[in-house]
């Protein structure tokens, strides 16, 4: 029987951790520790961010398990986002604006709005997209765009804000942090007695420094790192995507204060400066770049994520094209800051949560709880997680989640690593950081 005194191990203190540890601190839990190699938030992460979108929307259409959980989550997280006292100053709801430049991406935004056209105003003229922002912000041509305004229930949440937050009301709960190698998890320690479907039991885990951790439940929310613990049957795919940041005067900063995000699905995104740094955060929009792991017959097997605080050329190229098509008075503006940024993708994209290893003696649930595979939604749906995961931890959660997280290696079975999972852009090909020609020297 879990209760507020047992040992919880958490593995990872980026979005998910800190949103779970947040979650269990909040609701009792005296005896809880999180590992981590990095200080919060981790230099990988993509949620180590100055903001990321947020779009409140109606529930999915359809009946299925996952549908049914997905809006599960989705109503959480609008929740919180809206009424929780820690995460509400995070989300500004600015609006939003979502383009397309091909008839084939502009279908799948007609799709996206589908039965809610009432909440979005078409803009289809550069004049039109122009007249979405304060006079001077955009100055493009916007040739061949188009699409919608959101006006409300949308807009960006400051990522990095709202992840440190939840570590520091954390601690100051009870909740305990090990950063650098003592908080470097190399080894997940396994014994030899396993379940049915040869699934190990887990004993404890092994830091950098040689300590050995156990606790009465560990949960592995390591995000794009996950795939570097054990064999996860190819469920995970490490993906990552690319980021530039342009330094901007604080009065062009005060020009740019409050506006809506302008998403192109085939070229970028942008939204307002940091208050802070007076930095603009640009993304270049692409179906992501793997690092592959080849078998001997050189079939890829994995993704391999690393940290670099650069970006490819090419990446470079598409952000100044973005700019070049909506702001071509920065086009040429030095970049501040580039990174890269990964999180994991399943081969439906939907979250795996599901406990591994053979269950305990009331038969309900393992010792090791997996809450992993964010698939590109992973911080929208942070305070979500958290009551997620309690919810596994309590045995509260129903069927029909259960069914749609669970462990299911047979959806991975002769993966296609090169499937876009319905993005565009960069020629809607995943892409290969073996091939990058080059990198930025920003600051080199």
């Not at 959480?76 to 009424?83: G, Q, Y």
């Not at 509400?88 to 091909?102: C, E, L």
């Not at 098509?325 to 086009?331: C, N």
């Not at 960069?426 to 950081?433: C, E, L, S, Y």
């Amino acid at each position: 029987m879990l209760l507020k005194e047992s040992s919880i191990l958490i593995i990872g203190a980026g979005t998910w951790g800190c949103g779970i540890t947040l979650e269990l601190a909040r609701n009792g839990y005296t005896n809880v520790k999180v590992l981590d190699a990095e200080d919060v938030p981790s230099s990988i992460a993509a949620g180590n961010d100055f903001n990321k979108i947020m779009d409140e929307g109606p529930p999915s259409t359809g009946d299925t398990d996952s549908v049914y959980a997905w809006n599960r989550l989705h109503n959480i997280c609008t929740d919180s986002w809206l009424n929780d006292t820690l995460y509400k100053p995070f989300y500004h709801r600015n609006g939003y604006v979502m383009a397309a430049s091909s008839d084939t991406a502009y279908a799948s935004l007609q799709e996206e709005i589908a039965g809610r056209e009432e909440d979005y105003v078409p803009v289809n003229t550069a004049e039109e997209f122009r007249k979405t922002m304060p006079e001077g912000v955009l100055t493009g041509d916007f040739v061949g765009w188009k699409g919608y305004q959101k006006p409300s229930k949308a807009g960006w949440v400051l990522a990095k804000g709202a992840i440190l937050a939840a570590q520091q009301e954390s601690e100051r709960l009870g909740a305990k942090f090990v950063t650098g190698n003592e908080g470097k998890v190399v080894e997940l320690l396994f014994s030899n007695v396993s379940n049915a479907a040869g699934q190990p039991h887990l004993e404890g885990v092994k830091t950098a420094d040689g300590t050995i951790h156990t606790a009465d439940i560990t949960i592995l929310s390591s995000g794009a790192n996950a795939d570097l613990m054990f064999d996860l049957k190819s469920q995970l795919r490490p993906t990552a995507w690319t980021l530039a940041h342009i330094k901007m005067t604080a009065e062009e900063a005060a020009l740019y204060k409050d506006l809506p995000v302008l998403f192109n699905i085939e070229k970028g995104f942008f939204m307002e400066p940091s208050a802070e740094t007076h930095e603009l955060k640009i993304c270049d929009e692409h179906p992501g770049y793997i690092n592959p792991v080849y078998s001997a017959n050189h079939t890829v097997i994995g993704s391999r994520p690393f940290a670099r605080q650069q970006i490819p050329i090419e990446s470079e190229a598409r952000v100044r094209a973005l700019l070049n098509e909506t702001m071509p008075h920065l086009a040429n503006r030095p970049f501040s800051f580039a990174r890269i940024c990964w999180d994991a993708d399943t081969p439906d994209r939907m979250p795996l949560f599901d406990w591994y290893g053979p269950q305990n003696s009331t038969g309900n649930r393992s010792n090791f709880l997996l809450a992993i595979g964010g698939s590109g939604h992973s911080f929208k749906i942070m305070p979500a997680i958290g009551q997620l995961t309690r919810e596994y931890l309590e045995g509260s959660v129903d069927n029909r989640t259960r069914n749609a997280f669970k462990w299911r290696p047979e959806t991975a079975v002769n993966r296609n690593w090169w499937d876009t999972q319905g993005r565009f852009g960069a020629d809607n090909k995943v892409m290969d950081f073996a091939d990058v020609a080059g990198w930025t020297t920003i600051g080199e």
